[in-house]
Structure formats: C-alpha cells, structure tokens
C-alpha cells in the first residue's frame, strides 16, 4: 500500500486590492495641509503690535479665518491679495451675506508702527457692513 503525498494547490486569487497604504498616504498628506494651510496666509511681512505673554489664544483650527492686513504704509490686503478700502467692503458685505454660522472670522493684522486710525477705519468698515466676528492679531512679547 503506497501513500501519496501531493503538495496541497495554492491558488493566488487578487480579488481584492489593498487599499491600506493609499490610505496611509492620504492621512499623511491631509495631516500636512492643515500644517500648512494657516501658514500660507501669513505672506504679507507686518510687523505686529506686541502683547504680553497669555493675552491671546491660539487660532481655533475648526474656525475659518480670513485675514486683513494693513501695511506700515497703508495698503491693504486679504490674505496675501492687495485690495482697495473699496474691494475689502465688497468683500466684508459677501462674508456678512453668508448665514452667521458659516462665516468666517476676520482677523485685522496692522503693522505696529501704523497710526490707529487706520485699523479703526478697518474695524468701522466691518461693523457697517453687519460682521460681527472681527479680531485683532498681536505678537506675544
């Protein structure tokens, strides 16, 4: 009596793709935009007031922000676009035409040797225009 030892068949069946490191990859990537998005909107150099240590928060990461800036000369910009004081009402009146839940909170950054009038002028400028989520940015000393 002879037994027979077959080698047991293996069949290689790619019914199924692995999708685990397209994933992995995906996370990473999206990790580093939300690094690098609020980053990217800091492009306009100004030279920011001073404030002492705690009095600011950091930026809430699930807030949207837009940001004013107004140079030491007196330009403006919105984020790192340079528009005229009539541009930024436009702009202010579309962001306070959006439901208050949806809209963004706009953060004035003036440059520290600026004369105040003109970060008031901004501030006015976006109450009229019916925002009512406007801060300031300072640099902690």
Do not use: W
């Not at 030892?5 to 994933?23: A, C, D, G, I, Q």
């Not at 004081?85 to 600026?114: C, K």
């Amino acid at each position: 009596m002879a037994r027979s030892f077959s080698k047991p068949h293996r069949l290689h069946v790619m019914n199924e793709l692995n999708v685990t490191p397209m994933l992995d990859l995906c996370f990473c990537l999206l990790i580093i935009f939300m690094i690098a998005t609020p980053v990217l909107e800091q492009t306009t150099a100004v030279n920011l007031p001073k404030a002492e240590k705690g009095a600011g928060r950091a930026p809430d990461t699930k807030v949207q922000y837009r940001f004013v800036v107004i140079g030491a000369d007196g330009s403006y910009s919105l984020g790192s676009r340079p528009v005229t004081p009539a541009q930024l009402g436009e702009e202010f009146a579309a962001i306070a035409a959006l439901p208050e839940a949806d809209q963004p909170v706009v953060r004035v950054r003036g440059d520290g040797a600026l004369q105040y009038q003109k970060v008031i002028d901004v501030m006015s400028m976006a109450k009229s225009r019916g925002l009512t989520k406007v801060g300031l940015d300072t640099e902690v000393r």
